[in-house]
């Protein structure tokens, strides 16, 4: 198994952080070999094995690492004691359409699958509170960071300037060209987008890493308290997997926060 932790998150041992990589699993494919992703197709039992492993390393039951069902949009939920309380049907049908995830319970790791599109990772010290969204191009633009940090003031008092926050691994600004129709959403939904785009050779580039780190300062997050981690999905596809390289059909990191 392979993790990369980051550093803004080391000098809290209150939590724990990770995202995965491809290493150390089971699964084959365009799955080998350590996805984490239950919605992409591989098969269940090598994905339950892979979840095992995670469980372990993680020191928690399985069922206390929770997945939403993503699709694209800026839904963020809440997870509480009643969520356990939810029969699996009804902890399915919760999770459905959901892109960030936010709680302030123990012992429980929320997180989101990626294979290049940004995850975020937000923990709140002041009132011992974690979020976590998954931030593809549509939900940078439907301003799903802003939306989890309001999620988190709402539910547990938070003051965006407590909050530290991290960019984690994804496609970034050179490998991830785009019609000028996202461009346009951007400008529409209100983005400075000359700063994170760039004309290069017809198509246009965009930068997600910054378009977010936008999001995070504009929503009151101190720029000294956001990591970027810098790593580009697309070009270390030997170690992340890249939805762009493999196909939809193919694994998934998990970034996950845990509070011990």
Known sequence: ???????????????????TTRNGGVSVGNYASYNIGPYCGDNIENHKQNLQMLSKKLGIETEKIIIPYQTHE?????????????????????LSGVDGLTTDLHGVCIGVTTADCVPLTLYDPANQAIGIAHAGWRGTCGKIAGKIIEKM??????????????IGPSISQKAYHVGKEVLTAFDAAGFPVNEFSEFRNNPFYLDLWKANHWLLT??????????????????EHKKFFSARRLGIKSGRMLSGIMLK
């Not at 003031?153 to 991290?166: C, E, L, S, Y």
């Not at 101190?222 to 970027?228: K, S």
Request: hydrophobic share 40%.
């Open 1 to 19: 198994m392979s993790y990369i932790n980051y550093r803004i998150y080391n000098k809290f041992p209150s939590i724990a952080h990770f995202c």
């Open 74 to 94: 800026t839904v963020v939920k809440k997870i509480d004691e009643k969520f356990f309380g939810l029969s699996a049907y009804k902890r399915i049908e919760f």
């Open 153 to 166: 003031v709402k539910d547990f008092g938070t003051n965006p300037k407590n909050i530290f926050a991290v």
């Open 218 to 235: 504009q929503a009151g997050v101190p720029v000294h308290q956001i990591e970027i981690t810098g790593i580009c999905t697309f070009t």
